[in-house]
């Protein structure tokens, strides 16, 4: 078929066919619920989307945060999070070899693409920092400047950029495309602008041929693509940006299976196999999925999914924002910074293993705070009102004593003071315990505040989602997002996984143990009745790559 039948099968495709497959948005899915100042934050409860298993097996993984992978060197860059494209094939491969030709449904439970960390643009070139020209410097080392592509390179790009843009009924020109790359996002990468997310997803698929031809199998063999938006894959909720997911899988699917007409393909294996979901889901009543990241204030989205009122860029949160303008730029030095766990961890392992690197973590904050107090006052207001309002109420007694009762402080300050009696070494000692545990106990305090303020990320969305699960009758409750794996029991005996990340997680915690690549997955199995129900016991599973096996998933309980 021609590029413009192609547009035209998905400028109707999720319009015209029926609720199965159309992308429904529930607008409470944006809205918090009116909280006091001594109530946590929660989000709205929203409406799952309904879907059926009929009679298939379910397979649940999350938080690939896949990226645009390797360089035409073979290496990846530092923001890239996702490693296991070889792991991710093979785990399909057992997948397919389970089911025994029955039918399966994988969901990609939010976060399947990390577009924050997609910074490239046609003839971008990674410039030296100043830092390191100093260092190299002072070492007596040469500077080696990097090589720019060459101009019939960049040209190129910017053409098979627009040519993709016109297979999904986009029509920009090279001349246009140039004009609208702004020297911002030469620095920070791309905004999310449709067209602009879509040159992302180029680069994605061009780093990480090797998972979406894993992809491509599993559709050809029958099977269904459940796909939940997350927070850092948030441009899914833009209907070019899916369009242009459902064309890649296409192309590569007709490539795997040797065909030659790519509007058969669309047709009959990828657009009736894929559902793209904006928030949660429930399968056939009882099995409720969810990303979790609603429930964690720096991912919530606020009133809308774009930015009104002109809806041509995604809604970014606070989270989002210092991913883009903070962490992306440091991960090139410390690849695997935002794997760390605990997150809190990270500023003292700076301090410790790079101390200048820290410096500029905490100086690079002030730049990013003016930033989004001028474009994102309503995420500011969100994060810190109840902080603001607790330290007026601390405060303002203080405020209104110094303004009425001013001579007291001038009293205090220039009363002659009395000499000092001696004092024993016992009283000198207990004066000097009693200032440490102080110390201790302030710093206990604050951090209990911080987290009572939610102005930590999560460690678990168990308390969350036995909240949403309310008097609901669902079975099974399944949320990612924290990256940290876990099962739990809920009230009437429901279920609630985390299955956790594909990703490298760096555990720096006396009390974790943590695999490298934790690769965990929930397997629902359809048992008696046709009810979906956890296979292996209900234990959340992992897939072993090294032995090829699926193992139980290690989890320990602690205080």
Not at 104 to 117: E, K, P, T, Y
Not at 183 to 205: A, M, P, W
Not at 405 to 424: C, D, G, N, T
Not at 544 to 558: S, W
Request: charged share 25%; proline share 4%; with cysteine.
């Amino acid at each position: 078929m021609e590029s413009k039948s192609i547009a035209e099968i998905f400028s109707t495709w999720e319009s015209k066919n029926g609720f199965e497959f159309e992308y429904i948005v529930d607008e409470k899915t944006y809205k918090e619920q009116k909280a006091g100042l001594f109530k946590q934050f929660v989000p709205e409860t929203s409406e799952p989307v309904p879907y059926l298993s009929n009679g298939a097996d379910v397979i649940i993984i999350s938080d690939l945060h896949i990226a645009s992978g390797r360089n035409e060197a073979g290496v990846f860059k530092g923001t890239e999070n996702f490693f296991a494209d070889e792991a991710f094939d093979r785990f399909v491969g057992h997948l397919i070899r389970l089911k025994a030709g029955k039918p399966g449904i994988l969901v990609i439970n939010g976060d399947m693409f990390d577009f924050l960390r997609v910074t490239e643009y046609p003839g971008k070139v990674r410039e030296i920092s100043t830092s390191r020209k100093i260092r190299n410097f002072l070492k007596a080392i040469h500077t080696t400047k990097p090589v720019a592509p060459a101009p019939t390179e960049i040209q190129n790009e910017f053409q098979h950029w627009s040519a993709e843009l016109e297979k999904i009924g986009i029509y920009k020109d090279v001349t246009e495309l140039r004009n609208n790359i702004s020297k911002r996002e030469e620095e920070y990468g791309l905004e999310t602008d449709d067209y602009k997310s879509i040159y992302k997803l180029i680069q994605i698929r061009k780093g990480h041929t090797i998972f979406f031809n894993a992809l491509a199998k599993w559709l050809h063999d029958g099977n269904k693509l459940l796909i939940l938006k997350g927070n850092h894959d948030l441009e899914i909720c833009m209907k070019n940006v899916r369009n242009y997911i459902r064309l890649m899988l296409a192309e590569t699917l007709m490539e795997y299976a040797n065909q030659n007409d790519l509007g058969a393909v669309l047709e009959n294996f990828v657009l009736p196999r894929i559902k793209f979901i904006d928030d949660a889901v429930v399968i056939d009543k009882l099995v409720y999925i969810e990303h979790g990241h609603r429930y964690d204030k720096f991912t919530m989205i606020l009133d809308h999914a774009m930015i009104e009122p002109a809806k041509q860029q995604v809604n970014l949160p606070f989270g989002s924002f210092f991913n883009r303008y903070v962490i992306n730029r440091l991960e090139l030095y410390y690849p695997y910074l935002d794997k760390v766990r605990p997150a809190r961890n990270i500023l003292p392992m700076l301090i410790r293993d790079n101390f200048p690197l820290a410096l500029k973590v905490i100086f690079n904050q002030l730049p990013f705070a003016l930033r989004i107090l001028t474009t994102r006052p309503r995420y500011v207001w969100f994060m810190f009102n109840r902080v603001f309002w607790f330290f007026l109420a601390l405060f303002l007694p203080l405020v209104l004593v110094l303004i009425f009762r001013w001579h007291w402080l001038i009293a205090l300050i220039f009363e002659p003071k009395k000499s000092a009696q001696p004092v024993s070494i016992f009283t000198q000692w207990l004066t000097n315990s009693g200032k440490a545990i102080g110390v201790l106990v302030a710093s206990y305090l604050l951090t209990r505040m911080v987290g009572w303020f939610q102005l930590t990320e999560p460690d678990s969305l168990a308390s969350c989602a036995g909240k949403r699960l309310g008097d609901e009758q669902f079975k099974v409750m399944t949320m990612g997002h924290t990256h940290n794996p876990g099962e739990y029991i809920l009230k009437n005996g429901a279920r609630f996984y985390n299955t956790g990340t594909w990703i490298p997680v760096i555990e720096i915690s006396n009390a974790s143990v943590r695999d490298n690549y934790s690769y965990t997955f929930l397997h629902l199995k359809n048992g008696l009745g046709d009810e979906l129900e956890p296979a292996n016991g209900g234990l959340l599973q992992r897939w072993n790559d090294e032995a090829e096996r699926v193992d139980p998933q290690l989890l320990i309980l602690r205080k």
